[in-house]
C-alpha cells in the first residue's frame, strides 16, 4: 500500500496537460469514483488497525496533492485564449450575428454634423440639466414668459433654478460666455419638454442649434447658410423661404420652409397641400443676448437657428409617426441604412 501511494504521487507530481481537456482526463484517471486515489481510499478499509493511522495520512497527503495539482494545471488555462489550432473546427459555422444599423435620429444628426462641417462649423455641447440663466434669462426671456410655465419646463425637484434644458440655445450662450467671436458652432442634443406624447410631439427629443458670429454678419449670410443646408440636406432643387417669425433671443427672427420634398412643391398631405414645409427656427442674435454673454454688440453680430432632428427625418424619410423613434422595434430600425 504504501509504495503505490508512494508511486501515484510520483506519477501526479509530474503531471503536464497541453490543453485543458488533458486535465480533465487527469482529474477523471485519479479522482473520479473509480480513479486510482478514490480505489486507494476504499481498500483502506482492510488495512490492518495499527497502520491505519499511518496509512490514513499517507493517503490524505496523495489526495491532497492531486486536487492541488490538478487545480494548478486547470487554472493555468484560464483566461488563455489561444486554443492550439488542433482544437479549433475550421469548419463550424459560425454563430449567427445581427449586423446593427444606425439608428435613423444618429443618421440624420451626422449628416447635419457633416453639411455644417463642410463650411466650417464644429460641434460642441452642453449639460442636459441646466440652470435659469442658460435656458432662459440670458435668452432674454423675460420673467413672464409662458415658455417658463410649468407646462412646458421639467423642473428638477423643487428648485425653480434647475431645469431639464428645453433647447439647446442654452448651449449658444454656454459657448459665447467662454470663447471670444469669431464663432461657428452647431450644437447637437436631446431636449426635454412637458408635452403629451403623440404622433408629432414627445417629451424627449433632438434638436441642433447653429451660431456664427464674426464681425459684419448679415441676415443674407443667414439665408444663404441655410439654403446651402436645405439643398444639401433635401437635394439641390430644394427651394426655401422665409417667414417672419418671434423668439426672445433673436430679432429679426423667422422660420424656414423647404419646398416639400415629398411632392415636389405640388401639393400633398404632407405639405398640407401648400407646397411648403417648415424645419427650423432662426434669426439675427438679439444684441442684449450678445451683451449678456460678454460680447460687445457694437462690434459683433451674429445668427442662429434651431432645428428638430426628428422633424428632418419625418421629412427625409417619410415616416408618419415620431414614436416609431422612441420604439426600438428592430423591424422600423433595420429600414435604415445610412452609411454615416
Ligand atoms: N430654440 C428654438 C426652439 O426650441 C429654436 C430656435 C429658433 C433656435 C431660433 C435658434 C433660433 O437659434 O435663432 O423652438
Known amino acids: 500500500m504504501k509504495a503505490r501511494i508512494e508511486n501515484l504521487l510520483n506519477e501526479i507530481s509530474a503531471m503536464t496537460a497541453q490543453v485543458p481537456d488533458e486535465v480533465e482526463q487527469l482529474r477523471l484517471k485519479y479522482l473520479s469514483k473509480k480513479g486510482q486515489v478514490s480505489v486507494l481510499f476504499d481498500e483502506f478499509r482492510n488495512v490492518p488497525a495499527e497502520q491505519k493511522k499511518e496509512i490514513g495520512q499517507l493517503l490524505n497527503h496523495l489526495k491532497n496533492a492531486a486536487q492541488d495539482k490538478i487545480e494548478s494545471l486547470k487554472s493555468a488555462f484560464e483566461g488563455k485564449e489561444d486554443v492550439p489550432s488542433q482544437m479549433m473546427d475550421f469548419s463550424r459555422p459560425v454563430d449567427h450575428m445581427e449586423p446593427g444599423t444606425r439608428h435613423p435620429l444618429s443618421i440624420v444628426r451626422n449628416e447635419i454634423v457633416r453639411i455644417f462641417g463642410q463650411i466650417g462649423y464644429t460641434v460642441a455641447v452642453g449639460p442636459e440639466i441646466e440652470d435659469d440663466w442658460h435656458n432662459f434669462s440670458a435668452l432674454n426671456f423675460p420673467p413672464e414668459h409662458p415658455a417658463r410655465d410649468m407646462q412646458d419646463t421639467f423642473f428638477i425637484a423643487t428648485d425653480p433654478e434647475i431645469l431639464l434644458r428645453t433647447h439647446t440655445s442654452s448651449v449658444q450662450i454656454r459657448t459665447m460666455e467662454t470663447m471670444p467671436p469669431p464663432i461657428r458652432k452647431i450644437f447637437p442634443g436631446r431636449v426635454f419638454r412637458n408635452e403629451a406624447i403623440s404622433a408629432r410631439a414627445h417629451c424627449i427629443f433632438h434638436q441642433v442649434e447653429g451660431l456664427y458670429v464674426d464681425h459684419n454678419v448679415s441676415f443674407m449670410d443667414l439665408k444663404q447658410t441655410l439654403l446651402y443646408f436645405a439643398r444639401e440636406m433635401f437635394g439641390e432643387h430644394t427651394e426655401i423661404r422665409l417667414r417672419p417669425s418671434f423668439f426672445p433671443f433673436t430679432e429679426p427672427s423667422g422660420e424656414l420652409d423647404v419646398s416639400c420634398n415629398i411632392c415636389g412643391g ?24 450678445l451683451d449678456n454673454c460678454g460680447i460687445d454688440s457694437k462690434i459683433y453680430t451674429g445668427f442662429a437657428f434651431g432645428m428638430g432632428i426628428e422633424r428632418i427625418t419625418l421629412l427625409k424619410y417619410q415616416v408618419k409617426d415620431l414614436r416609431l423613434f422612441f420604439e426600438n422595434d428592430l423591424r422600423f430600425l433595420r429600414q435604415f441604412t445610412g452609411t454615416i
Do not use: R
Open 266 to 289: 405640388k401639393g400633398c398631405n404632407i405639405c398640407k397641400y401648400t407646397g411648403w414645409v417648415e424645419i427650423l427656427g432662426c434669426g439675427m442674435v438679439d444684441p442684449a443676448v
